[in-house]
């Protein structure tokens, strides 16, 4: 009760002052039952698009942390990686996202492909860094220890480096998932082409003034990033099932 008391009732405040809002600001909020009527009255529209928007963060989100973490093992073991492409990867991260969606358009078609290369980029950076200092931080003595045994590299990285990343990768895990949600839907946004996802549904909604069908959407991809979250959480407790245990005996 303790732990779902509190978020309860904050939820609880926050729909109420929502519905208050709602109710004296109808051009501003809808109200939850208009919402809630909108959902009921085509439930196959939100539904399918919201397939659309899932694919592209299972697609572009599992590229991007994929490759993420294959490039900080590259630069884990050969530092020269790191050197020759951490500045190139530097410049493309501080660059707007929604710069570069429209030329990835053109690059690449108005197919899914755009959508999924923004969702991966989203995510890539922070997998590519959380990685790369869980990779490097081993315990010393006991890549020694490996080293008198005359471990090879590959048994090293096997048995001392990849266990021991795990709580740095699920760490950047829990700032990608969020973060995939938010690619998908700018890549909706500004990517010209297929007019699907919760994203583009946002977009032509608000655009005729639809208040219940843009916030449904909203509250959709909420829902995503939710139960991504949750699903981590629940894979970290099975991956790491020692770690929160080590935290509570310091």
């Given at each position: 009760?303790w732990?779902?008391?509190?978020?309860?009732?904050t939820?609880?405040i926050v729909?109420?002052l929502?519905q208050?809002?709602?109710?004296?600001?109808?051009?501003v909020?809808p109200?939850?039952?208009a919402?809630?009527?909108?959902?009921?009255?085509d439930?196959?529209?939100?539904?399918?698009n919201?397939?659309v928007?899932?694919q592209?963060?299972a697609?572009?989100?599992?590229?991007g942390i994929?490759f993420?973490?294959?490039?900080a093992?590259?630069m884990?073991?050969?530092p020269?990686?790191e050197?020759?492409?951490m500045?190139?990867i530097v410049?493309v991260?501080v660059t707007?996202?929604?710069?570069?969606?429209p030329?990835?358009v053109?690059?690449?078609?108005?197919g899914?492909?755009?959508?999924y290369?923004v969702?991966?980029?989203?995510v890539?950076?922070?997998m590519?860094v959380?990685?790369?200092?869980?990779?490097?931080?081993?315990d010393?003595k006991?890549?020694?220890?490996f080293k008198?045994l005359?471990?090879?590299?590959?048994?090293?990285?096997?048995d001392l480096?990849?266990?021991?990343?795990m709580?740095?990768v699920f760490?950047?895990l829990?700032?990608?998932m969020?973060l995939?949600v938010?690619?998908?839907a700018?890549?909706?946004f500004v990517?010209a082409?297929?007019?699907?996802?919760l994203?583009?549904l946002?977009?032509i909604a608000?655009?005729q003034?639809?208040?219940?069908?843009t916030?449904a959407?909203i509250?959709?991809?909420c829902?995503?990033?939710v139960i991504?979250v949750?699903?981590?959480?629940?894979?970290?407790?099975?991956v790491?099932?020692?770690s929160?245990?080590?935290?509570?005996?310091?």
């Amino acid at each position: 009760m303790w732990n779902w008391g509190p978020p309860a009732v904050t939820f609880i405040i926050v729909a109420v002052l929502w519905q208050l809002v709602a109710i004296n600001n109808p051009y501003v909020l809808p109200t939850l039952d208009a919402i809630g009527n909108s959902f009921a009255s085509d439930p196959k529209m939100y539904w399918s698009n919201m397939l659309v928007t899932a694919q592209e963060i299972a697609i572009g989100a599992g590229a991007g942390i994929f490759f993420g973490f294959l490039l900080a093992v590259a630069m884990a073991e050969l530092p020269i990686v790191e050197k020759a492409v951490m500045p190139l990867i530097v410049v493309v991260m501080v660059t707007p996202v929604v710069a570069i969606a429209p030329a990835l358009v053109v690059a690449f078609g108005f197919g899914m492909l755009p959508k999924y290369i923004v969702t991966a980029l989203v995510v890539f950076f922070p997998m590519l860094v959380n990685s790369l200092a869980g990779l490097r931080d081993v315990d010393q003595k006991a890549l020694d220890v490996f080293k008198t045994l005359h471990a090879s590299r590959w048994e090293i990285f096997r048995d001392l480096r990849l266990p021991g990343c795990m709580p740095f990768v699920f760490a950047g895990l829990r700032i990608a998932m969020p973060l995939a949600v938010v690619g998908a839907a700018v890549a909706e946004f500004v990517a010209a082409g297929q007019q699907a996802g919760l994203g583009s549904l946002v977009t032509i909604a608000a655009a005729q003034a639809n208040l219940p069908v843009t916030w449904a959407s909203i509250a959709l991809l909420c829902l995503l990033g939710v139960i991504l979250v949750s699903v981590l959480a629940v894979l970290r407790k099975r991956v790491l099932w020692w770690s929160d245990e080590d935290l509570i005996g310091r």
